[in-house]
């Protein structure tokens, strides 16, 4: 009835997970990028200081 995961298959589980939504957040900051350029607008970047 109930199937308790082991830690090593919560790892698993949850790095899958992360790199489906990592590529589903990459595909949607592509497509703001293409829409921006398109409308000809300009976009702010992050800087690192």
Do not use: G, H, P, W
């Not at 997970?17 to 829409?35: G, H, M, P, R």
């Amino acid at each position: 009835m109930f199937k308790f995961k082991t830690v090593l298959e919560q790892i698993i589980d949850e790095r899958k997970e992360n790199t489906i939504l990592c590529a589903k957040l990459e595909k949607v900051l592509s497509d703001v990028d293409y829409v921006a350029m398109m409308c000809d607008v300009e976009l702010e970047e992050e800087t690192d200081e």
